[in-house]
């Protein structure tokens, strides 16, 4: 047992810092010293990361009645340690090992759970955010899905590229190579068929418009080597295709009672089905733990930085965040703008012009968050602003930006009511 003098403000008198490694973790006790006022007495013990280890863990910080406990998040590692205290009742902090950097000082393994104790008791670091049992199974159970899409697409890419080596521009024709007319003309390939004209009359519905272009397209190499492997593709790819189907009903199962959340979601341009289940598993459905769309931005990862030093202002790049709900905000910001009376369009634009593209996008998704964050708050469907919303919010701005063009163009302009 050790003795610190420190004397920061103190917001929990019992303490507990818990530095998590994949066998073992150290975890340091910080209590006041009886004997001495301003001072803390610090007891560190370590412990395996095996079930039973554990438990005494969880044991022995119920002992010293510890007031919080902080982790830090190493790797998959700290939930093996954070679920069992949590379950017990702790009451626990997960701390993103990016907030402690720069702020430790000597670097060994009881140094470290010594000041997460201390930063825990003096609030110098804050939560992280940790769902309940449900939302984690179904953050899990769709971030599966969504690696199972993108191998998906790996294996669509493989066999393009197979058939790029037999010579044959079957997707310079027909772009999807796992459509119907294609399936059909690759399973005779597969079988043995190498008439480009009786593979081309395979074609279905508006694919037999292309059958001229196909016969050309058609004409190869197709060896018995490229049959096994387009064959061994195309079984993954179908595979591939059953688990996401399997993990689609498992989640619907799960979503059951979350169909109006995911119905207001729907109606966000951009945001389909899949995209809103991943907006529930990753936020839990709940704004209760972002007290403000600008924390929900923050935690995603869609609001720009700030890093100002002696009055200067230096890169501002937006944070890492969510990498999921990132991704799909990016589609969706996307889809958005592409809308062209909508407001999202006429924001991008009027962005993209000072800011640049890139920035324009990010701010997109940003106001995307902000509507995610009210729909769910506030349990309402989405309102659009409309394509005229900047003009009606000023329109001395819309008029003056009127007359300026016409000016370029040497011709004045002038402006009269409406009469009623």
């Given amino acids: 047992?050790?003795?610190?003098?420190?004397?920061?403000?103190?917001?929990?008198?019992?303490?507990?810092?818990?530095?998590?490694?994949?066998?073992?973790?150290?975890?340091?006790?910080?209590?006041?010293?009886?004997?001495?006022?301003?001072?803390?007495?610090?007891?560190?013990?370590?412990?395996?990361?095996?079930?039973?280890?554990?438990?005494?863990?969880?044991?022995?910080?119920?002992?010293?009645?510890?007031?919080?406990?902080?982790?830090?998040?190493?790797?998959?590692?700290?939930?093996?340690?954070?679920?069992?205290?949590?379950?017990?009742?702790?009451?626990?902090?997960?701390?993103?090992?990016?907030?402690?950097?720069?702020?430790?000082?000597?670097?060994?393994?009881?140094?470290?759970?010594?000041?997460?104790?201390r930063a825990a008791a003096s609030g110098m670091v804050l939560a992280?955010?940790?769902?309940?049992?449900?939302?984690?199974?179904?953050?899990?159970?769709?971030?599966?899905?969504?690696?199972?899409?993108?191998?998906?697409?790996?294996?669509?890419?493989?066999?393009?590229?197979?058939?790029?080596?037999?010579?044959?521009?079957?997707?310079?024709?027909?772009?999807?190579?796992?459509?119907?007319?294609?399936?059909?003309?690759?399973?005779?390939?597969?079988?043995?068929?190498?008439?480009?004209?009786?593979?081309?009359?395979?074609?279905?519905?508006?694919a037999r418009a292309k059958i001229p272009a196909l016969t050309v397209a058609l004409e190869g190499t197709f060896t018995d080597h490229h049959a096994f492997m387009c064959r061994h593709f195309l079984t993954q790819i179908d595979h591939l295709a059953e688990l996401v189907t399997e993990l689609d009903m498992r989640i619907a199962d799960l979503m059951r009672d979350r169909d109006r959340d995911l119905n207001n979601l729907d109606t966000i341009p951009g945001i389909g089905r899949t995209a809103a289940e991943i907006i529930i598993s990753e936020t839990g459905g709940d704004m209760a733990p972002f007290a403000t769309a600008a924390h929900l931005a923050s935690w995603i990862g869609v609001c720009p930085g700030l890093n100002e030093s002696a009055g200067v202002n230096k890169s501002g790049h937006t944070r890492h965040g969510n990498a999921n709900l990132k991704r799909i905000l990016g589609t969706a910001a996307m889809a958005a703008i592409k809308q062209k009376n909508s407001y999202y369009a006429v924001y991008y634009r009027r962005l993209?012009?000072?800011?640049?593209?890139?920035?324009?996008l990010v701010a997109v998704m940003h106001k995307l968050t902000i509507a995610i964050w009210h729909i769910l708050t506030d349990k309402v469907t989405h309102h659009d602003l409309g394509a005229d919303y900047f003009t009606r919010r000023d329109p001395q701005r819309t008029m003056h930006q009127i007359v300026k063009q016409a000016n370029a163009l040497g011709m004045t302009v002038r402006f009269d009511p409406i009469p009623a």
């Fill in 128 to 206: 992280s955010f940790v769902p309940d049992r449900a939302i984690r199974e179904l953050r899990e159970l769709t971030r599966r899905r969504t690696e199972i899409r993108a191998d998906r697409g790996r294996e669509i890419q493989r066999l393009e590229k197979e058939l790029e080596d037999s010579g044959l521009k079957l997707t310079s024709v027909l772009t999807d190579v796992t459509g119907v007319s294609s399936r059909r003309i690759l399973a005779a390939l597969i079988d043995g068929e190498r008439d480009p004209a009786t593979l081309a009359e395979l074609a279905l519905s508006h």
């Fill in 352 to 360: 993209a012009a000072r800011r640049g593209r890139q920035r324009a």
């Fill in 1 to 117: 047992m050790t003795k610190s003098s420190a004397r920061d403000e103190v917001l929990y008198l019992r303490a507990a810092g818990v530095d998590v490694g994949k066998r073992f973790v150290m975890a340091c006790v910080r209590t006041p010293d009886p004997r001495r006022a301003g001072r803390w007495l610090l007891e560190t013990e370590r412990f395996d990361t095996t079930a039973g280890a554990i438990r005494d863990l969880r044991d022995w910080l119920t002992e010293h009645a510890v007031e919080i406990v902080a982790l830090e998040a190493t790797s998959d590692y700290w939930r093996a340690v954070y679920y069992p205290l949590q379950d017990a009742g702790l009451n626990l902090m997960l701390v993103n090992p990016a907030h402690l950097r720069g702020i430790k000082g000597r670097k060994t393994d009881p140094s470290d759970a010594a000041f997460l104790a």
